[in-house]
């Protein structure tokens, strides 16, 4: 008796997880495919646009057939250098803000102040910093109308920070209080326990977050339309105006529907993706090597 | 003194060097006098000769707070020089608390602080001009859980006491070398991780970690060594063979051991102290703690009717 409704209970509930894994199933499989179906038009249509020249000439914003088409280097070449100028402004502060929140205001109301300020900047949109950036430093400065490649870099950095800020945050809490402890009870002062035992017991988590943070800032177009505005030609130097990628792929999208302006936005695409790809693994190989935090 | 409150000050510890350096000569607890480095050099490589010597530690209505919270009652007590004194009592009576306030780890929490006074031999560490890097060199301390640096070999780990106080005093690669040896002689585990210095510390069993541990406390040669339940993350061997090392260690230590476990404390205390919610009951001769308390307090916490 006993045995049997034993047999009939586990039957149904069987079923039932069968049922739930199948839902899960479904529901992973639904917002797989949108994800799927972008990487798949981008790496198709972009794959097509990518020759040599499109890496090696700058754009000349000519439709197919008036004349050379030229490529996107200055674009790429001015994304990676406002990227990485963010990135020096961004990472270090984004660091030190966590720092001083885990190590010396844990707890205390203002650093819940700070957080609670962090918090919000997070869900700020990119464009606000853009218009912020455009009109502190862009029109409220003469000359007027100053586009420059370093004013996009901050608007990317104030974007950035919030993200850096709070990922570290998360991961120097990880790190085990016990290792504080045992450094301090050495006799190692305040600074050295967190340069020496903090930073690096933290270090592979602080990467991933700060490269999650690049991989965003990368492909924002907002900020940097208000701020660099749009030029082809090839600049190092970040007080000239300067290319991105992000505003080149919005500058081709908007000027025409050329069927080879349009493929070279694709090819533009593409590369981004293909530069997010790669900092993604390379964020994955750091954090794997990872002896510290388990 | 007593009854002025002192609070945590991180300000301190990140003054400029110099004035560091010359706030270390007014005070008497400048490392080169409580452990002489010259002395240090010309015994190096030699790691069975007992270098140092403990220090009695005597406290003087000692009070800790954790914001409102009072946690330390007015607790007097002397810790004989080279003696081992357990620290008995049930859980949240204080025993940590107790002695993290003799290397002053206790002011580390927000909003800690103590009143009272800890005199090493005769010094108050609590004084003024006192540095705390000093005195956390005298006064090392051993964790409950064991707390290798994770991101050190096993070498780096005994070493990293050096390098993160010293200045100049991390000194020469040679010295170096040779202390992590005597170090790691001392903590009993120089055979077994000989071979494997560059290994992570964490690599190892539990116990070689809490060893470890104790080498890196040693490694500083300090004079006073604090134990919180050393042994309690330990399966029996290992807690016998950290038991064996807390015997030997006394000839050139002295030793506070906070224990839950009462057969330890009689397997290694020469002197036991009983507190209970943070304030002592009874301290005396481990033997006579145990068979003769004069507190019936004492009494029921070690025949097992509470805690
Ligand atoms: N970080 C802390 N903040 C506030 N109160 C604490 C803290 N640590 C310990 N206490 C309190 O202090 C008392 C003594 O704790 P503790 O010294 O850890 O006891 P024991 O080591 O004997 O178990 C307990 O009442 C405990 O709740
Ligand atoms: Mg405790």
């Not at chain 1, 050379?68 to 200055?74: H, N, R």
Request: proline share 5%.
């Amino acid at each position: 008796m006993s045995a049997r409704s034993l047999t009939l209970t586990s039957a149904r509930r069987r079923r039932t997880d069968v049922v739930a894994r199948w839902v899960l199933a479904v529901a992973t499989v639904l917002a797989l495919v949108p994800l799927v179906l972008v990487v798949y038009y981008v790496v198709n249509k972009g794959a097509s646009a990518w020759n040599t020249q499109f890496f090696t000439k700058d754009p000349t914003g000519n439709s197919t057939g008036f004349g050379d088409e030229g490529g996107l280097k200055s674009a790429i070449l001015g994304t990676i250098e406002i990227v990485a100028i963010a990135s020096a402004i961004a990472i270090p502060i984004g660091i030190a803000v966590a720092l001083w929140l885990t190590e010396y205001h844990r707890g205390g109301w203002l650093g819940n102040v700070v957080r609670y300020f962090i918090d919000v900047m997070t869900g700020v949109p990119a464009i606000v910093f853009g218009i912020f950036v455009y009109l502190l430093l862009v029109i409220g400065q003469p000359p007027a109308s100053a586009y420059a490649g370093w004013k996009g870099a901050i608007a990317l950095a104030l974007l950035m920070l919030p993200i850096v800020a709070r990922s570290a945050e998360v991961v120097l809490l990880l790190v085990p209080e016990s290792l504080r402890e045992a450094a301090l009870a050495l006799g190692a002062p305040r600074w050295k326990v967190i340069m020496r035992i903090v930073l690096p017991a933290a270090l592979p988590g602080l990467l991933t977050g700060s490269l999650l943070a690049i991989a965003r800032a990368a492909g924002e177009t907002a900020p940097l339309l208000f701020t660099i505005a749009v030029t082809s030609g090839t600049t190092f130097d970040p007080g000239q105006r300067m290319n991105s990628l992000p505003t080149q792929i919005f500058n081709n999208l908007n000027s025409s529907s050329d069927p080879g302006l349009i493929s070279r936005a694709w090819g533009g695409a593409l590369v981004l993706l293909a530069m997010i790809f790669v900092l993604n693994i390379f964020a994955r190989l750091v954090s794997r090597r990872s002896p510290a935090i388990r | 003194m007593n009854g002025i409150p002192r609070r945590s000050d991180q300000g301190e510890e990140a003054l400029p060097e110099t004035a560091a350096a010359e706030r270390q000569q007014n005070s008497p607890w400048t490392p080169s006098s409580a452990t002489p480095i010259a002395a240090t050099r010309s015994r190096a490589g030699d790691s069975r000769e007992a270098p140092s010597q403990g220090r009695a530690v005597v406290l003087a209505d000692l009070n800790a707070y954790y914001g409102k919270a009072h946690a330390i009652k007015g607790v007097g007590l002397d810790y004989a020089a080279n003696q081992v004194t357990a620290m008995i009592g049930p859980s949240g009576c204080g025993k940590s608390t107790l002695v993290r306030c003799i290397n002053r780890m206790h002011e580390e929490i927000p909003g800690a602080y103590t009143t009272g006074s800890i005199m090493l031999d005769d010094q108050d560490i609590y004084g003024e001009n006192v540095d705390v890097v000093a005195v956390r060199r005298a006064v090392g301390m051993v964790f409950q859980k064991p707390n290798p640096f994770p991101t050190m070999s096993i070498f780096d780990n005994v070493a990293a006491g050096l390098r993160l106080t010293g200045g100049r005093r991390g000194g020469k690669r040679e010295n170096i070398k040779d202390r992590v040896e005597r170090s790691l002689r001392g903590a009993g585990l120089w055979e077994e991780v000989k071979d494997r210095l560059s290994e992570p510390g964490i690599g190892l069993s539990g116990g070689q970690q809490q060893r470890l541990c104790i080498a890196r406390t040693i490694a500083v040669e300090p004079e006073v060594i604090l134990m919180d339940e050393p042994c309690s993350a330990l399966d029996p061997i290992a807690t016998l063979k950290v038991e064996e090392l807390i015997d030997e260690l006394k000839t050139r230590y002295t030793i506070v051991i906070v224990t839950h476990n009462m057969q330890q404390a009689a397997r290694v205390a020469d002197t036991t102290a009983f507190m209970l919610a943070g304030e002592l009951v009874e301290v005396g001769p481990t033997e006579r703690i145990f068979t003769k308390p004069s507190d019936s307090r004492t009494e029921d916490y070690v025949s097992g009717k509470f805690g």
